[in-house]
């Protein structure tokens, strides 16, 4: 079991995995997981030969779980902290939903040679709350009803999302897994429920339309077109036209937690963007 001690004390658990002199990848997972919902994708990049490295977020799996520090300008700077203890360098950061965030928040603000490219998988950015700019954005009551459900039956509310939208397990004729929902569960359940509670304003209310701007390396977006927890029209579309440097792929039927229902199309796409 690995931990590294922040600056405020704070303890943040951390896998890494491979050779310490090959590229590093960087995963960075959604809300209210952890790092483990990278476990197929840091198997595979692990037989390819590169160095793994993923942390659960202040707050989530294994870290401490924190009252305070849970918003972006924090998780930024707590992966920053990790990426100088471990001499991240020439890494490929990959996030999915809130990590995207995460990612691309980072990234913005990463020292030189720390990073040489990005991916953002069903991420929030540029942000989701429906805004005078962002009318395109979901309202704040479907927030609200975030918080609602977690204060008052965390567990339930944990099993429902991923029985439900996240998967697009209630899509008729969809291919259900209670492995994946058992294993969300698990995970989101592993974390503390004020971090959780203030995430829910982190990935929601943060824009991230600056550090889309300012992110010079290529980013790779990657989006499931019946995504419906954070919709495509509302994200990948609209930050594809911020990036300097980015391409978007998008996937027909495709859900929000697409990496872990079809890793092998998701897996061979990554693969080609880190290796060109």
């Not at 930050?239 to 495709?254: S, V, W």
Request: hydrophobic fraction near 40%; charge should be negative; charged fraction near 25%.
């Amino acid at each position: 079991m690995a931990y590294l001690t922040l600056k405020d004390e704070t303890r943040i658990f951390y896998k890494d995995w491979g050779p310490k002199d090959a590229q590093p990848i960087v995963f960075h997972h959604g809300w209210p997981l952890s790092s483990d919902d990278w476990d197929n994708q840091m198997l595979f990049f692990l037989d390819k030969g590169y160095r793994v490295v993923a942390h659960d977020r202040r707050g989530h799996g294994r870290s401490d779980q924190t009252d305070t520090g849970n918003e972006m300008d924090t998780y930024a700077a707590d992966v920053a902290e990790l990426a100088e203890a471990l001499d991240l360098k020439n890494a490929v950061h990959i996030g999915h939903s809130t990590g995207g965030g995460e990612v691309i928040r980072y990234v913005a603000r990463s020292k030189p040679g720390r990073v040489a490219k990005a991916v953002l998988i069903g991420a929030v950015p540029p942000i989701m709350l429906a805004t005078d700019a962002n009318p395109e954005g979901l309202p704040m009551s479907v927030f609200d009803g975030f918080r609602e459900a977690l204060q008052k039956n965390r567990a339930q509310f944990f099993l429902d999302v991923p029985s439900g939208p996240f998967y697009g397990f209630n899509r008729d004729g969809a291919e259900i897994s209670e492995g994946l929902i058992r294993n969300w569960w698990r995970q989101g359940m592993a974390g503390g429920a004020k971090a959780h509670y203030d995430c829910v304003a982190a990935f929601s209310e943060t824009d991230f339309t600056e550090d889309l701007k300012a992110v010079s390396q290529p980013v790779l977006l990657l989006h499931g077109e019946d995504d419906q927890v954070v919709p495509i029209d509302a994200s990948a579309r609209k930050a594809i036209k911020l990036l300097p440097n980015g391409t978007l792929k998008t996937y027909p039927g495709l859900s929000h937690g697409l990496f872990a229902t079809h890793p092998e199309v998701v897996n061979a796409d990554l693969l080609a963007f880190i290796q060109s």
